[in-house]
C-alpha cells in the first residue's frame, strides 16, 4: 500500500522565520509528488516534482525532491502571518495502464505568529 | 476565486440517502477530479474523468459513482450514505488528460450525514 509520511504533524513559528516541511513516501511506479496549500477551504496547487525537475521555487518558498531518500521538503523563508495554513504532500504513482493514482499526507499544520 | 464552481455548498441528509454533487470547471478545462476530505482519513483522490471518458480510479467506494458530460459539467454520486462518508467533497479541474498536475480547486460540498 502506498504511503506517504508528512513531518511534523504542527509547527508555530514567528514572523520572519524559516521553516522546513518534510514528506517522505513509500510508493510503487513514482511518477511524481506534489504540494499543496490549505487555508480555510480549498487547497491551493504549490508545486509539482518529477524526476525531470527536481527543484522549484516561488517567491519565499521552494521545494526539493530527494529521489535516492524518497523524500522531499518545502522550504519557506522570511515567513508571513499570510503563510498560515496546512501544507499538504501528495505522490502520485502509476496504476498499471492507463491508471494512476494520487496518495495525500496528513498535512502540516503551520502557524506563523505576528 | 479558481473558476471551479460545486454546488451545493452544504448538504444534511440521511443515512440510507442519495445525493448529487455538482462540479463545473473553469472554462477550457476538460479534466475533473474528485475528493474526499475527513477528519479521520485527511484528503483522498476518488476518480478523474477527461472529456468524458474515466480517467483514473482512487479510493472510490461502489456506493459512489461519478460522470462527466457533454457540457463538460461532472456530476458526483453518492449513495446508501452512512455516517462514515460525511465529509468534505471537492472537486478540481485542469486542462491535463491524465495525471495531476496543477488543478485548480473549487470550494467544496460540505456533506453531513445524520
Known amino acids: 500500500e502506498d504511503k506517504v509520511v508528512q513531518s511534523p504533524l504542527s509547527l508555530v513559528v514567528h514572523e520572519g522565520d524559516t521553516v522546513t516541511l518534510n514528506c517522505s513516501y513509500e510508493?510503487?511506479?513514482?511518477?511524481?509528488l506534489l504540494w499543496y496549500k490549505q487555508e480555510k477551504k480549498a487547497p491551493t496547487f504549490l508545486f509539482m516534482l518529477t524526476s525531470s525537475g527536481i527543484e522549484k521555487k516561488s517567491g519565499r518558498l521552494s521545494s526539493i525532491l530527494d529521489k535516492k531518500e524518497l523524500s522531499s521538503i518545502l522550504n519557506i523563508t522570511a515567513t508571513q502571518t499570510g503563510d498560515s495554513a496546512i501544507y499538504l504532500c501528495?505522490?502520485?504513482?502509476?496504476?498499471?495502464?492507463?491508471?494512476?493514482?494520487?496518495?495525500f499526507g496528513k498535512g502540516t499544520l503551520l502557524t506563523v505568529n505576528p | 476565486d479558481s473558476g471551479v464552481t460545486q454546488t451545493p455548498k452544504h448538504l444534511i441528509t440521511a443515512t440510507g440517502q442519495r445525493v448529487t454533487l455538482r462540479c463545473s470547471p473553469r472554462?477550457?478545462?476538460?479534466?475533473v477530479y474528485w475528493y474526499q476530505q475527513s477528519l479521520d482519513q485527511g484528503l483522498q483522490f476518488l476518480i478523474q474523468?477527461?472529456?468524458?471518458?474515466?480517467?483514473a480510479k482512487g479510493n472510490i467506494l461502489e456506493r459512489f459513482s461519478a460522470q462527466q458530460f457533454p457540457d463538460l459539467h461532472s456530476e458526483l454520486n453518492l449513495s446508501s450514505l452512512e455516517l462514515g462518508d460525511s465529509a468534505l467533497y471537492f472537486c478540481a479541474s485542469s486542462p491535463l488528460p491524465q495525471g495531476f498536475g496543477e488543478a485548480f480547486f473549487g470550494q467544496g460540498t460540505r456533506l453531513t450525514v445524520v
Open positions: 501528495a505522490v502520485e504513482a502509476s496504476g498499471g495502464g492507463s491508471n494512476y493514482k494520487l496518495t
Open positions: 472554462s477550457g478545462d476538460l479534466s
Open positions: 474523468y477527461y472529456n468524458g471518458e474515466e480517467r
Open positions: 510508493v510503487t511506479n513514482f511518477r511524481s
